[in-house]
């Protein structure tokens, strides 16, 4: 039992090259932003397990001795390795959540739901392990995600940046702190319903999908180089190349069939500026991101931000390589953190 608040916190991320074809056991490049989602938990004598959820708009409660009485054991002694879609059905009784939900706002709960039941239950919550905090981040990624690659809950648990194959772990040494914008087209999409979409194209068409995605390991492979000589000392060229890599990427995503109209208008809006942009993620919407030089002047990049706003986008400025998932003292926290969690 949780004697004081916990806080912790785990970055946001972004793929910088690799998406889908890391399904398909190529590289990905996955880097940590300096975008964090901070969680407090709190100890309460009320009787309930609360789950606040703000930005999603979600706000549950269980009574704690009804989750205690539960029958959990269709959970099976899994140690973070072991979700089935039986479990996920029985969540959904659990939740009272009709079975074809596919919401965001109700798999968030769902997935809560499966890690309270599952850590609360083998309550190995006690020590800093991150080979433990990644195998329940990746069954959490796929009560939302079916069948993911596992890139995004590395990359979240580690930080930094991270080249990922077929579970295959290693850090870049040093990875030069970029600026990105991140940019939320707020089309909503499905990362399963895009992800068995390649597939089938690949199915249908492996003699021209097949080279694509061999291109884009090709590009995660020059990224990482290019990265690598960076450490060391970054060169006006050296963006150039990556400009070009974010080019043929997004192309090559757009002919796996995950591109979608709003993407096409962020990357149009950020070439009226001189900048290089492309889907990061499943795409079919969800988030861009465009590199900033550092020779970029700063009028410069708030007319970006002014235009990608104007097109109704959420846009943030950040870098990349953060930290990984991290613990927090109360006085160590951003005034705006921290009054963000005190108004909950
Ligand atoms: C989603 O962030 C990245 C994909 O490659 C899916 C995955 O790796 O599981 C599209």
Redesign the pocket.
Known sequence: MLSEVLLVSAPGKV?LH??????HGKV?LAVALNLRTFLRLQPHSNGKVGLNLPNIGVRRAWDVASLQLLDTSFLGHSDGAALTAEHVEKLKEVAGFPEDCVDPERLAVLAFLYLYLSICRSQRWTEENLELINKWAFQG?RVI?G??????NAVSTWGGALRYQQGKISSLKRPPALKILLINTKVPRS?KA??ANVRSRLLKFPEIVAPLLTSIDAISLECERVLGEMAAAPTPEHYLVLEELIDMNQHHLNALGVGHTSLDRLCQVTTAHGLHSKLT???GGGCGITLLRPDLERPEVEATKRALSGCGFDCWETSIGAPGVSVHTATSLDASVQQGLDSL
């Open positions: 793929i690799g998406e889908h074809a890391v399904v990905a990624e995600h069948n993911p690659s596992g890139v995004d990362t895009l992800v993620g499943a795409g």
